[in-house]
């Protein structure tokens, strides 16, 4: 099943950033910029450049405020061209997001439970429902919402794509792929098996980024979506 590559640009600086797409000679073509390039190393402005020279950007900056700020904030980023941008799904939020992108070819994506977080995470912060339920609520929400799409960990892409129907995309961090660890995500899967279960893009930082090789890598993981070889 095919599938698309979305690489995480999670450095701190925009040379350093500047270095890694380098390396990775124009394997892939879609970057994500959340908050530590944003904030702390002119991600913006790399976003700029990177979509001028014809990439996809992704900016992950999970908004979530009072109606108006977040319209404001998602027409500003939409005005830039981007690709995709993250809201967290909360029903407001994501209604007032949709109003900042109208006209814009911007896809908004709902950020439904972060992959760092369990049933217990969950239970900590005050919610009564389990990480499914919440993952399915807010699926429903943005679907409801008119949003582009969800953010959501790999192993729920298939109850999530059965709530939302063939349109949206679904976008899965907390990718490993064969023979990676799993840093500090507690859901995770391998590439071809969250394209089987109805993911749309992958979201890839570490692997790729802290290989010696990470065009190498990228390509690699681009063979084992595609049902190639897998990477050793």
């Known amino acids: ?18 270095t890694l797409i380098g390396r990775l000679d124009n394997a892939v073509d ?9 904030y702390g190393g002119d991600g913006l402005n790399l976003g700029k450049a990177l979509l001028a020279a014809g990439k996809r950007v992704f900016f992950d900056l999970k908004l979530l405020d009072i109606d108006n700020t977040v319209e404001k904030g998602v027409a500003a980023i939409a005005a830039t061209g981007a690709t995709m941008l993250t809201i967290h799904a909360y029903p407001q939020a994501m209604r007032a997001a949709v109003r900042g992108a109208t006209g814009s070819a ?6 439904s439970v972060l992959t760092s ?3 217990n995470d969950l239970i900590e912060a005050g919610f009564a429902r389990d990480t499914a339920g919440l993952v399915a609520l807010r699926a429903e929400q943005a ?10 960990a790999p192993g729920e892409a298939e109850m999530v794509r059965n709530l939302v ?8 961090p907390g990718i490993r792929p064969a023979g990676h660890g799993r ?11 969250a394209l089987a279960a109805g993911a749309t893009h992958l979201v890839v930082g570490r692997p790729i980024t802290m290989a010696p090789d990470p065009a190498a890598a990228a390509a690699a993981i681009l063979a084992e979506m595609a049902g190639g070889l897998r990477l050793a």
């Open 1 to 18: 099943m095919a599938g698309t590559l979305i690489v995480a640009l999670d450095v701190d600086t925009r040379a350093e950033a500047e």
């Open 30 to 38: 879609f970057y994500k910029i959340g908050y530590q390039l944003f």
């Open 106 to 111: 911007l896809t908004l994506l709902g950020v």
């Open 117 to 119: 977080m369990d049933d």
């Open 143 to 152: 679907r409801d919402a008119g949003m582009g799409g969800l953010v959501c």
């Open 165 to 172: 129907g063939p349109g949206l995309a679904i976008v899965t």
């Open 183 to 193: 840093d500090d995500q507690k859901r995770v899967m391998g590439p071809q098996q």
